[in-house]
């Protein structure tokens, strides 16, 4: 696949983890770059958006304790996921949209995903 996620596992309550998620080179110079989680018998929803420019969006109730960031040299998108909770566990998927500049959106792609499970 285009995005491939990893970092996933077993993380006790107040833990940390970080999420990895490659991609081509020629997706991650030009995708806004994404995380989104889909937890048991819940619908995905989306985590944090890191754009082209280095801007960072977070969805409200992670702010403070989830970070998107970017590595240039390995192509590369994490997710350093700090405090965990028991509601944190999820298949956490990485997401690369082509979003032009009037807002409408090309090439998307989506990873298979990792799994985290945060428990005791």
């Known amino acids: 696949g285009a995005a491939v996620e990893s970092g996933g596992g077993l993380v006790q309550p107040g833990g940390s983890r970080r999420l990895s998620c490659a991609v081509p080179?020629?997706?991650?110079?030009?995708?806004?770059m994404s995380w989104y989680r889909q937890a048991p018998e819940s619908e995905r929803e989306w985590v944090a958006t890191?754009?082209?420019?280095?801007?960072?969006n977070y969805a409200e109730s992670l702010k403070g304790r989830f970070t998107i960031s970017r590595e240039n040299d390995e192509n590369s998108v994490y997710l350093q996921m700090n405090s965990l909770k028991p509601e944190d566990t999820a298949i956490y998927y990485c997401?690369?949209?082509?979003?032009?500049?009037?807002?409408?959106?090309?090439?998307?792609?989506w990873g298979k995903g990792t799994l985290v499970t945060v428990s005791s």
């Open positions: 890191l754009t082209t420019h280095g801007s960072t």
């Open positions: 080179a020629s997706i991650f110079r030009w995708y806004t």
């Open positions: 997401h690369a949209a082509d979003i032009y500049s009037d807002g409408s959106r090309g090439m998307e792609y």
